[in-house]
């Protein structure tokens, strides 16, 4: 029996693998540990897939130095348009449109450090009211809030909130040092206690080792994570990571799949950078993904909805909720 088999029969038997289980995996055939990860999925998940849709509620002059962003008013980049907090009617068009298309979670993702109360009141307003009208999810990522500040947007109706950890604790401070990855998972676990399902992941390619990744993960998990969002790296001109080297298919592929190893019964959700790669992630999707940010993502271009259904229906997905 080979290794991957042995820890795939280890989870089946419900038991987590280890860090140093999870490090073993980087030297396995590509091949065998992807489809091992993909029965993983199936066995664990079944056929659900999980889309969503994120919409750029407030953007621009982010106070944050997060080296990949381009909003970040520490950099200068292309990405020159800057505005406030939507307005309901223009949060709401999204909802619907989205909701037309046969996305089930829409999520609301605002720049800077975080919301401000009266900010926070006005988003409240916003999921109200998409709530009142249509029947699609809305998850918040609104950065560092508070316990009392999830509890408004949870009793507005929101069902999760997304706060990545970007990378691991160790490599965190290469990647942002205007915030700790200790009020990362404050406000979490804030979220977590409002009532909120969390969603939190982070991006491959900043230059972090395989080891960094996994610690990254295994965080996630012993936070309670069931929603990974996994972004390639996107290097924007003008960012301090604008020359890193963009992973490749199969580099992203063993990523996936050793998360998948990690949270066997979460959703892998690929997220930003997913146009980098050539099939869209389509072989991602049969490596242990099995979920998506479909669209555009927040400053750079997605792919689009109907194609993403186009290939998940092809792959013997089914689009639908599930919630943790």
Same mark, same amino acid.
């Given at each position: 029996m080979s290794y991957t088999e042995e820890l795939k029969q280890k989870i089946y038997a419900g038991g987590d693998i280890t860090k140093s289980e999870a490090l073993a995996l980087v030297n396995?055939?590509?091949?065998?540990?992807?489809?091992?990860?993909?029965?993983?999925?199936?066995?664990?998940?079944?056929?659900? &897939?999980?889309?969503?849709?994120?919409?750029? +509620? !407030?953007?621009?002059?982010?106070?944050?130095?997060?080296? %990949?962003?381009?909003?970040?008013v520490h950099y200068h980049t292309s990405c020159q348009e800057a505005y406030a907090l939507l307005p309901t009617e223009k949060l709401l068009e999204g909802a619907r449109y989205n909701r037309e298309q046969g996305v089930l979670r829409y999520s609301i993702v605002t720049s800077g450090r975080c919301l401000?109360?009266?900010?926070?009141?006005? @988003? $409240?307003?916003?999921?109200?009211?998409?709530?009142?009208?249509?029947?699609?999810?809305? $998850?918040?990522?609104?950065?560092?809030? +508070?316990?009392a500040q999830f509890r !408004?947007?949870?009793?507005?109706?929101?069902?999760? @909130?997304?706060?990545?950890l970007e990378s691991s604790r160790n490599y965190f401070p290469q990647v942002c040092t205007t915030h700790t990855y200790d009020e990362k998972i404050a406000a979490l676990k804030a979220a977590e206690r409002a009532g909120l399902s969390i969603c939190s992941?982070?991006?491959?390619?900043l230059g972090e080792t395989m080891e960094d990744r996994i610690d990254m993960v295994l965080t996630a998990r012993e936070l309670g994570v069931r929603s990974v969002p996994v972004n390639l790296l996107n290097p924007i001109a003008g960012t301090? %990571?604008?020359?890193?080297?963009?992973?490749?298919?199969?580099? &992203?592929?063993?990523?996936?799949?050793? &998360?998948?190893?990690?949270?066997?019964?979460?959703?892998?959700?690929?997220? =930003?950078?997913?146009?980098?790669?050539?099939? !869209? +992630?389509?072989?991602? &999707?049969?490596? +242990?993904?099995?979920?998506?940010?479909?669209?555009?993502?927040?400053?750079?271009? =997605?792919?689009? #909805? @109907?194609?993403?259904? #186009?290939?998940v229906k092809k792959m013997g997905y089914e689009v639908r909720l599930y919630d943790f």
């Open positions: 396995e055939p590509l091949e065998r540990l992807c489809a091992a990860a993909d029965e993983i999925r199936e066995k664990m998940c079944g056929n659900r &897939f999980d889309m969503c849709t994120i919409v750029n +509620g !407030k953007c621009g002059r982010c106070s944050e130095d997060c080296r %990949y962003c381009a909003q970040s401000s109360d009266e900010e926070v009141d006005r @988003a $409240c307003e916003s999921i109200r009211e998409i709530r009142r009208q249509t029947d699609i999810e809305v $998850c918040v990522s609104f950065g560092l809030l +508070g316990e !408004k947007i949870k009793e507005a109706g929101a069902s999760r @909130a997304h706060c990545n992941g982070g991006i491959i390619g301090p %990571y604008e020359n890193n080297r963009i992973l490749t298919n199969d580099e &992203f592929c063993r990523v996936v799949a050793i &998360f998948r190893f990690i949270i066997p019964d979460g959703d892998i959700r690929l997220a =930003g950078g997913r146009g980098l790669l050539g099939d !869209k +992630g389509e072989k991602c &999707f049969g490596s +242990g993904a099995n979920a998506a940010i479909s669209g555009d993502m927040l400053t750079t271009h =997605g792919i689009t #909805t @109907a194609a993403d259904i #186009t290939l």
